[in-house]
């Protein structure tokens, strides 16, 4: 049986070590969502990354939650090399993209309520 794990480096798809533009992240999503749709199993390697924000990993990864169900994300992805605040920030968008594709209806409610009780200052 072929070995089907690839492996995906951020450093290498990013070309650097700030993995901080959602359009870096975007690229590291359809990279990700054509092993899954092959059902690949990916491992995501985060060696050499000095910088990560939520706006690249919910590229990344938040949007994966939108097309394939967690099952099947548990399953598929790996993470290596990453640092403990970074997995941290990780899970933290892991956790919003599962609420958010729930029902995007209402997160985006919650969003815009939110916003508009921010600017009465």
Same mark, same amino acid.
């Given at each position: ?13 990013v ?37 990560? +924000? ?6 990344a ?12 994300i548990? +399953? ?32 985006d409610?919650?969003?815009r ?9």
């Amino acid at each position: 049986m072929m070995r089907s794990e690839m492996m995906i480096s951020l450093f290498e798809v990013v070309g650097s070590p700030l993995c901080v533009a959602s359009g870096d992240g975007q690229k590291v999503y359809e990279r990700l969502a054509a092993a899954f749709g092959k059902d690949r199993k990916v491992a995501l390697s985060f060696h050499n990354v000095s910088t990560l +924000t939520s706006a690249f990993l919910n590229a990344a990864i938040g949007q994966l939650y939108g097309r394939f169900s967690e099952e099947q994300i548990l +399953t598929l992805l790996q993470v290596e090399d990453i640092q403990q605040d970074d997995l941290a920030l990780l899970k933290r968008v892991i956790e919003t993209a599962k609420q958010y594709f729930k029902d995007p209806e209402k997160f985006d409610q919650a969003v815009r309520d939110a916003m508009e009780d921010g600017d009465g200052e």
